[in-house]
């Protein structure tokens, strides 16, 4: 390929050095032993000198193309500088054989002629016959200096035909030899070696290689992750980055292997393609360079600690009510996106030519009269090329705009790809989607059809927003493509988060989730206002990308665009009020005491009809599923089906489907049938110890756990007894249950444990059974990778709450001030909230507090509740991502609410004090 820059960089000068080290040689004649050490100190000064002055240009340019190509070629200088002096001094062959010489090639991404500042270093030691004596010195030579000098060098010694023969067999060398460039030594080795690799490896296997990089890059996606929308991407690895662009470039090497100076990429590239390749590149490659000096090792995940910094070094400022942070990485998902739809199209096209064009039996099938084909040909202004749709002419958009969408509708409807130049002039026609084409109603209507289709609205609704049909279509939606906030909580950006959700609603509806959704599943074909549940859940996220409280301005964008789309007056109202209170029915199940009579007929007040209740629950549903991996599990779903399930007598006037006493006797029966090797006396000894609300809040699978546990409490005489494991039907989630005697310091003693243990609390149930056993089960942030490791972590947890809860040890106050003292994300900022609430409870104090999770905050919090001798009657833990909403029920003396304002606000006072230590 064509070099980056051909003059050397000004970092040092050769010649200079070459005298320098020469010198060093001369003084140390008579002590070889002391030279050497002196050659590296001073070629450690001028790699430090290089990586300085090479952050400066960045710093200086805001080119990080630049300063890969500068720092590429400081390296070749420097390998070169090395080369010389080994050739010269260290190891010097006075009349060199044929078989003493060699062509030092830089092989991968270095080859290429750009290097990031950490990057390894690929190296090829090219001989022209078999290794000898003098050439495996001067390669050990090269590669010792190297390697002092801090650099990860990947290397390889060949001859000319190992080369080949490895490029063969091996296709990642293929691929890298694919950038080969010659560094120093003998040119007309490596002219050879590069001619028979373009005739004897290259020639003849295009198919191959064009489906091994796709493989390879599916395989790759499945590592990283499929969605390039991540909050926190791999700039290199990961979908829409650097490496995604390799693989173009590679496939366009590999067509057109010509070095004639163009750029490979204008073999496979319109004009405008290669213009959007060569700003992407330049982006990703400026990221990456900045990311590298900021971080000081090779990192490419632009994690949440960094992503503040890299905004600050790219000079990016809040505006609009966006934080600097989320601008930056607005701008990087747009650039993400465009290499995607690069990818996308290149990819089908280089596809396509791969097809054969002898017509086979299937391609006269299709000509049959009732074929697919045959229909879209005689009903649409499309057809099917290789059987991807396709556009009959070019002008099929500007002659009528509605074909812009109704192309998505057909390829949904007939379960087809598109075919990339379809997409490129769609990409070119977008500007036909003006004011009036959004008030016409029959393209309205056709994008509703699309929107609540029975088949796969969301990969249409993807296709449409990566080609900017969605946007520019509900501008609205628009707003908030590629737009991230800047939170632990969200794992993707807002436009790919509400395509996640609509997909999730759509399989719920198809009935896949049967198993871990079952009321959900049974409810959604019920409702009376699916369209708008679906374009309520459209809008649901996307004020976010506007100033103000998002429910309320996404209300009045979503009853607007409602009312665009054709639906009722009615219609468009229920859709503006669940966009409104998207939140609150899992607010309310995660962070109230549902088991308590003045929650349920709050929530029902606020709901007021069983349709709202189905819908939110739907709703609810796919918009926490849809955050990202790991956020929902079991628990929330219980959670939510509880909340459901008492609610909906008072909203139906008493009557339900199953009313509450038939739901609570199945669930006993239930046990009793799975117990049924049990005395009896025993089964309805446990059944008896809990309330009525435990029996339709608590599933199966963990009363048989809690059965098994309190019989063990009883039968071992234990202070305590505990049960570890990582079982959910979602995701695999730590979890630690645990029984013993109530008491009020329980929950000081057992988050103390906890936080000592160095174990962040993500949720914890804590329940009491009539009888005075506490039954608590705490879920834990995920540490490792392993469910067995975390397991044994959770046991160590296990075993240091027993020994505190039975007095067996202290509590180590020393360890939870010290890692209270080290906040998990210091990138984040949380304002801590305190609300005191006597209204939402008859018999308890409600205090809420939102705050910066950390380890030891339930444990400062239980503290803190202690100090100001409040009893905890239960407590609601609920983390979402950085921020945590910790919510107990208390009562001060005489287990009386907290009324008295002077102690209200002492109680907020400390708690505040706490939060800001």
């Known amino acids: 390929m064509d070099q980056i820059i051909t003059t050397p960089p000004p970092f040092f000068d050769p010649a200079e050095l070459r005298e320098e080290l020469s010198s060093y040689w001369k003084e140390s004649a008579d002590n070889p032993a002391q030279m050497r050490p002196r050659v590296v100190r001073r070629l450690k000064e001028l790699k430090a000198t290089a990586q300085a002055e090479a952050e400066a240009l960045l710093m200086r340019t805001g080119d990080g193309r630049t300063c890969a190509a500068a720092l590429a070629l400081f390296q070749d200088e420097l390998i070169k500088l090395i080369y010389d002096f080994s050739t010269k001094h260290l190891y010097r062959a006075r009349n060199p054989t044929a078989a003493e010489h060699m062509a030092l090639v830089a092989t991968g991404g270095y080859g290429r002629g750009l290097m990031a500042p950490k990057s390894d270093v690929d190296l090829l030691f090219l001989l022209p016959y078999k290794q000898t004596a003098w050439g495996e010195s001067i390669v050990e030579s090269v590669l010792y200096f190297l390697w002092d000098l801090g650099y990860k060098v990947g290397h390889a010694t060949r001859t000319v035909d190992q080369t080949l023969k490895a490029a063969q067999s091996d296709m990642t060398i293929r691929t890298a030899l694919l950038d080969a460039r010659l560094i120093h030594g003998e040119d007309a080795l490596f002219q050879e070696m590069w001619t028979r690799f373009i005739n004897g490896v290259v020639g003849g296997t295009k198919r191959e290689f064009i489906a091994a990089k796709l493989a390879e890059r599916e395989e790759r996606l499945k590592r990283a992750g499929q969605s390039r929308y991540r909050v926190e991407p791999n700039i290199k690895e990961g979908k829409g980055g650097l490496r995604d662009l390799n693989v173009l470039h590679w496939l366009a090497v590999y067509l057109n292997p010509a070095r004639n100076g163009q750029k490979a990429e204008n073999a496979i590239f319109t004009h405008s393609e290669v213009a959007t390749f060569n700003h992407c590149e ?34 990016y400022h809040e505006r609009r009510g966006l934080l600097a942070v989320e601008r930056f990485m607005k701008h990087y998902f747009l650039i993400a996106k465009d290499v995607g739809d690069l990818t996308r199209t290149v990819c089908s096209s280089l596809e396509l030519r791969q097809l054969k064009s002898v017509p086979t039996l299937s391609d006269f099938v299709g000509a049959l009269p009732w074929s697919p084909q045959a229909k879209i040909a005689a009903t649409t ?15 099929v958009f500007r002659k009528d705009p509605l074909n812009l969408i109704r192309f998505f509708i057909e390829a949904e409807r007939e379960n087809l790809l598109m075919h990339p130049e379809a997409l490129r002039l769609i990409r070119a026609s977008l500007k036909l989607i003006d004011d009036d084409f959004r008030r016409n109603r029959e393209a309205n209507r056709l994008f509703l059809d699309l929107l609540t289709s029975r088949e796969a609205p969301e990969t249409s609704l993807r296709y449409m927003n990566e080609s900017g049909v969605l946007g520019r279509f509900i501008p609205e939606f ?39 959704l079952p009321l959900s599943t049974e409810i959604i074909n019920d409702i009376q206002n699916r369209n708008a549940l679906y374009v309520a859940l459209l809008m649901h996220d996307v004020a976010k990308a506007v100033e103000g409280d998002h429910s309320i301005v996404g209300a009045e964008l979503a009853r607007s665009v409602a009312l665009r789309l054709g639906l009722s007056a009615a219609e468009a109202e229920t859709a503006a009020w669940l966009v409104k209170y998207h939140l609150f029915m899992s607010q309310t199940a995660q962070s109230r005491d549902i088991s308590d009579p003045q929650t349920i007929r709050n929530f029902a007040d606020f709901v007021q009809s069983p349709e709202r209740l189905k819908l939110l629950l739907l709703l609810t549903v796919a918009d926490i599923r849809a955050v990202g991996p790991g956020v929902w599990n079991g628990w929330k779903g219980q959670l939510l089906r509880q909340l459901y399930y008492d609610t909906e007598p008072l909203l139906a006037g008493g009557h339900t489907r199953v009313p509450r006493q038939a739901r609570i006797a199945a669930a006993k029966a239930r046990l009793r049938e799975v117990l049924r090797d049990w005395p009896a006396a025993d089964v309805d000894r446990f059944i008896e110890r809990h309330e009525p609300d435990y029996w339709v809040r608590t599933d199966l699978e963990r009363q048989i756990l809690h059965a098994s546990l309190i019989r063990r409490y009883e039968t071992e005489a234990a202070p305590l007894v505990y049960d570890v494991r990582c079982c959910d039907i979602v995701r695999p989630i730590p979890e630690l249950t645990f029984v013993t005697g109530d008491h009020p310091r ?25 009888d005075g056993l506490a039954l608590d089960t705490l879920l834990f942030q995920r540490k490792f990778v392993d469910d067995h490791e975390e397991i044994s972590q959770c046991q160590k947890i296990g075993r240091s709450i027993t020994d505190v809860v039975s007095g067996a040890r202290a509590l180590d106050e020393a360890k939870v001030r010290s890692l209270r003292l080290k906040p998990k ?28 999770d950390r380890p ?26 950085e921020k945590a909403v910790d919510v107990f029920y208390v009562t001060g003396p ?9 102690t209200k606000s002492r109680i907020r006072g400390q708690i505040l004090d706490l939060l800001e230590e």
């Open 282 to 315: 330049g982006f990703l490659w400026t990221v990456r360079c900045h990311l590298h000096f900021l971080t000081g090792k090779a990192e490419e995940r632009l994690s949440f600690d960094v992503q503040p910094d890299m905004a600050q070094r790219l000079r």
């Open 825 to 852: 994300v210091d990138a984040f900022t949380v304002p801590p909230d305190i609300v005191i609430d006597n209204t939402a409870s008859q018999e308890t104090t409600v205090i809420e507090v939102h705050a910066l």
């Open 381 to 395: 202004d499309f057809r099917l090329d290789n059987k991807r749709l396709n556009v009959k002419q070019p002008d």
């Open 478 to 516: 628009g707003r908030c493509v590629a737009m991230m906030q800047f939170n632990m909580y969200h794992h993707f950006t807002v436009d790919e988060h509400t395509l996640q959700a609509i997909g999730i609603l759509s399989r719920i509806e198809k009935g896949e989730f049967g198993k871990e």
């Open 746 to 770: 329980l929950l000081l003693q057992s988050a103390g444990a906890c936080a000592a243990s160095g174990a962040s609390i993500a949720s914890a149930q804590i329940g009491t059974t009539r």
């Open 856 to 881: 030891g905050l339930l444990y400062d919090l239980a503290r803190c509740f202690d100090d100001l001798s409040l009893d905890i009657a239960s407590a609601h833990i609920a983390t979402f991502g």
């Open 894 to 902: 005489g287990k009386q609410k907290v009324t008295d304002e002077a």
